[in-house]
């Protein structure tokens, strides 16, 4: 699923990506092979994105958008774990986010990922 999920998220971001300068990476839960969370560090345009990534029933990739940092902070995937009808991702973006500390986690529910493949 990862190198899946990278190249379908570099053709997601088209223009945005550069190959040289920017990185995709993707972290898949433990027991599935269907969904992933992936972080797109866009060193070239200062931002980091982190994406929602999963296959439906179809094998065609689908996407969501969790959180985008516009500034030079990178965000961090520290876990991703489904249970009980949940995606749950923690998120991490150090010392640095706006002089604090962010540390969030965030809940989608399955029911969310149309198409979802079981």
């Known amino acids: 699923m990862t190198t899946e999920t990278r190249s379908f998220l570099q053709s997601v971001l088209k223009n945005e990506?550069?190959?040289?300068?920017?990185?995709?990476?993707?972290i898949v839960p433990e027991g599935k092979k269907?969904?992933?969370?992936?972080?797109?560090w866009l060193e070239s345009k200062g931002k980091t994105i982190l994406f929602l990534v999963w296959k439906r029933n179809s094998g065609r990739m689908k996407y969501m958008q969790i959180k985008k940092v516009a500034n030079r902070e990178e965000l961090h995937v520290d876990q991703i774990v489904v249970q009980n009808g949940m995606v749950i991702i923690s998120i991490d973006a150090g010392e640095g986010y706006g002089k604090r500390h962010l540390m969030e986690k965030r809940?989608?529910?399955?029911?969310?990922?149309?198409g979802l493949k079981k």
């Open 107 to 114: 809940e989608i529910p399955l029911s969310e990922l149309k």
């Open 17 to 26: 990506f550069d190959p040289i300068q920017d990185e995709i990476y993707a």
């Open 34 to 40: 269907n969904i992933a969370v992936a972080r797109a």
